[in-house]
């Protein structure tokens, strides 16, 4: 969380020099302004869900491989085909290509094509160990997926939980139909349940605490905290807890409230329960 107070800076910074957002103050647009920076949250809610997927992806793809490797199981008929390099069990760096083909309909229901590509330095749960993500024609669903992902394992925190490290760098999110959003973290993400069951990430839970930035479609800058840390579900796949605070430009208080299931624009609060 180093780069906090410098990221701050910059971004207020940025932020001062547009002049184009709506002008919330003014009865007459305050409905154009929300429905401005309600597009602004979509995009981010759109973007962190899919680089927080890639995460999963490449955890089950690890945890696998070793598996694999281990002669615990083979790989599935209907899941990507996964290709390890060096194919033993103690060499290391190692790089893993998880090859999605032309489409592979997943079982949390998104059809991923492409490739992710993995180099680790030791097995997931190696305390210590980093795996460093990258993607060639990839796809989530109709959205092309880039940039450069490291997970760290930090090993267990006090309950016993083990914690990964998360960053993200020079992320980007696009489509065909005008999509063109970056993302930046650098995040932690606590394992809490699951864990006893490695080779099923379905019933895995996790919280994400850290800060996220980037730039929406237009060119609007946003930068986010979370305030209590998400608690990620993924099967059914659901956010069931958590507070995300944003920063969009200039202007500040805008919260997406997975705990009582409540969005905040411009000081009015809605429920879509």
């Not at 107070?5 to 020099?17: D, K, R, V, Y």
């Not at 200039?250 to 409540?262: A, S, V």
Request: proline residues 3%; negative net charge; hydrophobic residues 35%.
């Amino acid at each position: 969380m180093r780069k906090i107070s410098a990221l701050i800076f910059i971004f207020l910074i940025t932020s001062c020099q547009r002049n184009d957002l709506p002008d919330e103050n003014s009865d007459s647009s305050k409905d154009r302004a929300i429905l401005f920076y309600t597009e602004k949250l979509n995009e981010y809610v759109l973007v962190n869900g899919i680089f927080q997927d890639v995460v999963n992806n490449v955890g089950d793809a690890i945890l696998k491989a070793e598996s694999e490797l281990k002669g615990e199981q083979i790989g599935s008929e209907n899941g990507p085909e996964l290709i390890i390099e060096p194919f033993d069990l103690e060499t290391f760096p190692k790089t893993i290509t998880v090859d999605f083909g032309r489409g592979t309909l997943c079982e949390d229901g998104i059809v991923r094509r492409g490739i992710i590509t993995i180099i680790s330095s030791g097995w997931f749960g190696q305390l210590g160990s980093f795996h460093t993500t990258t993607f060639n024609n990839f796809y989530h669903d109709i959205f092309k997926v880039q940039g450069t992902q490291v997970v760290e394992n930090w090993g267990e925190n006090e309950d016993g939980d083990v914690v990964f490290g998360v960053t993200v760098e020079n992320g980007n999110v696009t489509s065909n139909n005008g999509i063109n959003i970056t993302f930046d973290e650098e995040s932690n993400r606590t394992w809490i349940a699951g864990s006893e069951t490695a080779s099923n990430i379905w019933d895995d839970e996790y919280l994400l605490e850290g800060i996220q930035w980037g730039i929406t479609s237009d060119g609007t800058r946003y930068l986010v905290a979370f305030e209590p840390p998400l608690h990620y579900v993924l099967k059914p796949r659901t956010t069931k807890s958590g507070v995300v605070d944003l920063a969009i430009d200039e202007i500040t208080g805008f919260k997406i409230n997975y705990t009582n299931q409540t969005i905040t624009v411009l000081g009015e609060t809605t429920s879509w329960n």
